[in-house]
């Protein structure tokens, strides 16, 4: 189910993701040549995938269609609406979660933030826009979104606290830039694999 809204996603968005992803790309290839700074690969996809997953998370709350639901305004009336486990339960509950898990994930990796409260501000704030602008174009409002949302970002923002712990416990030899190259392109080819359904296994 995850993979599926992943595909249905991209294929709307790449489009846009490649074009902006080429000007990105090329503009900082230029800043780095004129300025003769030292390129650093794993931060600039990490960058790269920031600009990317806002690109979906605009297509998602803007353009994907909710014509079947109405707005909310009243707290956990929608959340606790669907039965635990069904798809509407995983598509408008978990997946309001997942979709924010990586902005606290990324909050925390671009600002160094140090408690959670500031990933709950953010959040709640960024949510609190999205059901506005939602409920302007003509979509919906929904409150419980706003909490989802916020859940979903202090999750992704403790994740990223979790891999700090887990750098600050492996060796020195292993916190060097080429070993943090290996492993994001480990995880973005690993979740290519995953979207993209592709067997790696061959049969001899």
């Not at 189910?1 to 846009?16: C, G, Q, V, Y």
């Not at 202090?154 to 943090?180: D, E, F, M, V």
Request: proline fraction near 2%; charged fraction near 15%.
């Amino acid at each position: 189910m995850l993979r599926s809204a992943f595909i249905d996603i991209f294929k709307e968005t790449w489009p846009m993701i490649l074009i902006c992803s080429v000007i990105l790309i090329l503009m900082r290839i230029t800043y780095f040549i004129k300025n003769k700074k030292r390129f650093i690969f794993y931060k600039e996809l990490m960058m790269l995938l920031f600009v990317v997953y806002i690109m979906c998370l605009f297509y998602v709350v803007t353009f994907q269609d909710v014509s079947w639901s109405t707005s909310n305004f009243v707290p956990f009336k929608e959340m606790f609406r669907y039965p635990f486990g069904s798809h509407l339960f995983f598509k408008n509950v978990v997946g309001n979660v997942i979709m924010f898990a990586p902005y606290g994930f990324f909050l925390g990796y671009f600002l160094k933030l140090e408690k959670g409260t500031s990933v709950f501000i953010l959040s709640f704030l960024t949510s609190i826009t999205i059901e506005t602008v939602q409920l302007v174009i003509g979509r919906v409002f929904d409150i419980d979104d706003i909490f989802l949302n916020i859940i979903g970002g202090l999750i992704g923002y403790y994740s990223y606290l979790l891999t700090l712990k887990i750098r600050n416990h492996i060796p020195s030899c292993l916190k060097k830039t080429i070993i943090y190259n290996i492993i994001l392109i480990l995880l973005l080819v690993g979740l290519i694999i995953y979207i993209g359904n592709i067997n790696i296994w061959v049969k001899i």
